[in-house]
């Protein structure tokens, strides 16, 4: 993705009332950061934020932490969130590498990764975000019953995720190559380059992978 600098995000999302500061303190105590014993949903890398707040609009009874590295796309969800009232949705500028340090064990209930970069040198793969080192983070992190869900238009990334989930020892709860010709299409929440993609003319690919219980 190309990043181009937005002046002045940094310092607004250090101040910002939307963004957890500090999140390691609420490790093992997110239900008490909300006040509700409700579910937790996390979206790594979620951009600019529109399918996170659409999520948190439709579903109120859930706890939902959107996950960016970046300041300077961040910025967009934050612009995004302060025109709803949504006291179910805050945001972390966060290196999903460093997760564990932010979520017990058995803390989250879903963990959504939508269009993730693909890093397609094979030297760079341990940093794709469904790569068997990132899974081992969030089976740490999720409930016995919880699940990963992953989108994404890209069939070598899709691929390459599906034989990692395998090799970790998941289940795969289910799977489809064109989300929006599937049985899954209704309901189904558009992330920003899920409407890039799609506009194109790119099937939407989507897995759905939880614990073998
Ligand atoms: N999910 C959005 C969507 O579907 O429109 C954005 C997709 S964009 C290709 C990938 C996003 O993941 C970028 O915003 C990038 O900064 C973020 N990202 C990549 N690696 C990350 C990491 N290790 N931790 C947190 N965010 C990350």
């Not at 089976?139 to 090799?167: H, M, P, Y």
């Not at 690919?205 to 073998?212: D, E, S, T």
């Amino acid at each position: 993705m190309r990043l181009r600098n937005v002046r002045g995000s940094r310092e607004e999302i250090e101040k910002n009332v939307f963004v957890v500061h500090e999140p390691e303190q609420h490790k093992g105590s997110w239900n008490r950061f909300f006040r509700n014993e409700n579910p937790l949903h996390i979206e790594i890398g979620m951009g600019k934020g529109m399918f996170i707040c659409q999520l948190a609009q439709n579903n109120p009874d859930i706890n939902f932490l959107g996950i960016e590295k970046y300041s300077s796309v961040l910025i967009r969800g934050i612009e995004k969130r302060k025109e709803l009232e949504l006291p179910n949705l805050y945001f972390l500028r966060l290196d999903a590498e460093f997760i564990n340090d932010v979520f017990d064990k058995e803390e989250v209930d879903r963990v959504y990764l939508n269009f993730s970069d693909p890093w397609p040198k094979d030297r760079h793969a341990r940093r794709r975000l469904t790569s068997r080192e990132y899974l081992s983070r969030y089976e740490k992190l999720l409930k016995k019953e919880g699940e990963v869900i992953f989108k994404t238009d890209n069939r070598g990334l899709f691929d390459f995720s599906l034989e990692e989930a395998d090799i970790a020892g998941w289940e795969l709860k289910n799977c489809t190559y064109d989300l929006h010709g599937s049985e899954y299409a209704e309901g189904n929440v558009m992330t920003e380059y899920e409407e890039k993609f799609s506009g194109l003319g790119n099937p939407i690919h989507r897995m759905v992978i939880g614990q073998k219980l």
